[in-house]
């Protein structure tokens, strides 16, 4: 059961990373808005099943971020700097743009300059 408290958070939250009117259309946000003004604890299997899709809505948005961006921009980098390295003679370089923490260490750097 999802309590009253922990929607509530929810929301604040998801104004605060300016995601509740980005991400969630008007009637997801009038579910949750109705939901905060009627109801203690939600018991309904239904209401429970259509306010766990829209938090989950967010948090995935919430993911999609600047790692999202990073991994992105990364990819790219990796398979052209693997491009060069291999025409340099360097065997192992096709193995780094399957390096995750590699690929991200070059989108947040690309992403940071």
Partial sequence: MIAKQD???FK???????LWFRVLSRTER???DLTLKCVERIRSP???????????KVLRALECGFLSKAEEIGH????????IAEKWGNKEALEW?????F???LGVITLNQ
């Fill in 7 to 9: 929607l509530l958070m």
């Fill in 12 to 18: 604040k939250r998801a104004l605060r990373l300016n």
């Fill in 30 to 32: 009038a579910i949750v």
């Fill in 46 to 56: 239904i209401l429970e099943t259509a306010v766990c899709s829209i938090t989950d």
């Fill in 76 to 83: 790219v980098i990796a398979r052209e700097m693997c491009r």
């Fill in 97 to 101: 743009k399957l390096d995750v923490n």
């Fill in 103 to 105: 690929v991200r260490f």
